[in-house]
């Protein structure tokens, strides 16, 4: 006879003779909220007050097994009971209890079955300590128990390392007992009677000892000091396992100790911030709905762009045919895809199979007139809007009825370019970012004609790319490249008023990038820039202080970085070094200018460069280029290297404060009143106490 009651809306028990089964439905992901908490706690105490209950099983329904604790209670008032408290229960139960894991088992919910007395897998499972992307460490016993299971060095890696591992690795590792296939809630019951059968050992992890490792910790430490100085939650990590040798009850004290000190973190709140701005970007109106089939993609351009792109859509398992001029362009082309895809080989993110199973779906073309069958067709040529305007003119009368006909112009006007079509309602911006197989931002750019389905298409393809689409508008540069050519502006008033190229970089790294703006410039090629400025030039404004002169000499003598051996760096010797002639070029410009150089701290360049992104990003949104603050950014942290754990430019602004940030402005305001003004949008923000925060709870 089986009695099933449930506890809450969340938490069922099902009780078989002397088996009694806990459920977990929590959906989407069966995070451990505080429903959940509640009626664990609730359904241990119960079973272990019920005689004829001989083990306990704990599984729960839909997709995956709990994958951690409820994200969007962190940074509100903590509820009890706490899940430490919860899963300690659970381990001091009298009554043996065992745990069912299917889907992915994540941070808390890792941690609720290492409480468990024995964990059986389902095959497919992935386990994992995700926590440290949050700015947080497993702070529910994870960093006290999984040692005892699996080691330090195991849990050193998972918990560092953030990345889950499947099934079999974990029990290899020990961190689960067995793996098996099936429904968790008939395993549950098979588990259950080996249980009472005796042939499935269950014991409390705690009861477990844990072996000293001196060497890793220290080694471990020494390599988190060198690689992430900029992160707190890693070293904090190091800390909580070096306790697990420590009798349970107080490693885990230490443990929680060093969770709450990250809790209270500026990082958690911008890793947490990050995590949810990835999703909300593309929960938009205008990214759901009705959308187009994209079955074949052709793409035009065999340069870095257009092989880039092509390696990101036959990774997602897109065939693509590509269009060049000439075999010499096309040779260029399968050349770079190839190189692209063995690399993921070599990086180990694909196979042997899957890489010929991607050239395979290759089609290299002369003839544009072959892109009549495909369902979306990616322009990716030289940044010009007479040959643009040709190539549309072209595939308006060769592509299909309903083909999607998209440019990746990093700058230039969609309507101008949709304009050259009859079919200006198929044509949008999809604008990708160097190396577009590897960074995950595709701006989604909306023409004025632009039908739904098309931009809904357009977030459908985003996602089987695995890339984070954002809603931009038209204007130049959209959203992340109009902020940056207005922040590069001020990098360069820095540098024209005192400030080295090397100085700023190391100041912008301290704050957090992972390459200071000379040295992307260099990697990516000082040309592209100069050529951008060139293409402009008629638009630049002649009251600017000063344009960036030293950029233009400097490329003038054939110094593009690394490709050419010297930009702001000289790469002849074993490490990059500051380029003495580079240097002597910003000094005759001062000269020539009448600057006297003045000194300017680390903190005075991260100011005026954080300050002059924040002042364009408001302006972003401020015209609805960008739809909310969390799109610009996601747009800095997906496309631009802006760090994560400041969760963007306009995150980053509410933490520096309005009040701050205005004052700020109106002190540079008077150095240079046309470049440093304040938004309006800003003003209005600081009389009505809002943040941005409360803008994109706005919508
Ligand atoms: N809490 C709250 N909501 C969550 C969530 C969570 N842990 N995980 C996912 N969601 C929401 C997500 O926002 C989205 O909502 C929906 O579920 C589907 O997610 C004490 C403190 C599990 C691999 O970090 O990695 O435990 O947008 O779109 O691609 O030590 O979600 O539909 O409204 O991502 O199939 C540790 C985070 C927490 C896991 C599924 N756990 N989640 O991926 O779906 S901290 C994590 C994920 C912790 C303890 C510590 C993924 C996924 P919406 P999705 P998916």
Redesign the pocket.
Known sequence: MTDTRALNDNISIEQSGDIALICINNP??N???LLVRQGLMAAITDLNATAEVKVIAIYAAG??FV????????GKPPVEPF??DVFNAIEASSIPVISILH??A????F?LALATHARIGIEGL?V????V??G???????TQRLPRLAGMAFTMDMALGGK?VNGATALEAGAIDRLVSGDPRKVALSAAQEVIDGTLPTRPTGSLAVEADPDLLEATANKLRMKQPHLYSPHKIVEAVAASVKPLEEGLQIERAA?LSCMDTPQRAGLIHA??GE??VS?IPEAKGDTRDIAKVGIIGGGTMGSGIATACLLAGLPVRMIEVAQDGLDRGLATVTNNLEGAVKRGKLTEAKKDAALAAFQPSLMMEDLSDVDLVIEAVFESMDVKRDIFGKLDVICKEGAILASNTSYLDINDIAACTKRPQDVLGLHFFSPAHVMRLLEIVQGKDTAPDVLASGFAFAKRLKKVGVLAQVCDGFIGNRIMNHYAKAVGYLVLDGASPAEVDQALEGFGLAMGPHKVGDLAGLDIGWANRKRTADQRDPADRYATPHADRICEQGWFGRKTGTGYYDYSGDRPVPNPAALAIIDEIRSELGITPQAFSAEEIVERYITAMIVEAVRVVEDGTAKRPVDVDMVFLFGYGFPRFRGGPLHEADQIGIDTLIARIERYGTEDPRYWQVPALLRKMQEDGETFAGLNRKG
């Open positions: 989407p992901v995070a451990s909220g997709r995956t994958a951690g604790a409820d994200i969007k209670e962190f899940l430490p889907g992915t994540l941070g808390g919910g941690e992935k994992g300590l995700p926590e992307n949050l947080l460490l497993p702070g529910a016993g994870g889950p969770f995590f949810f999703r909300a929960n």
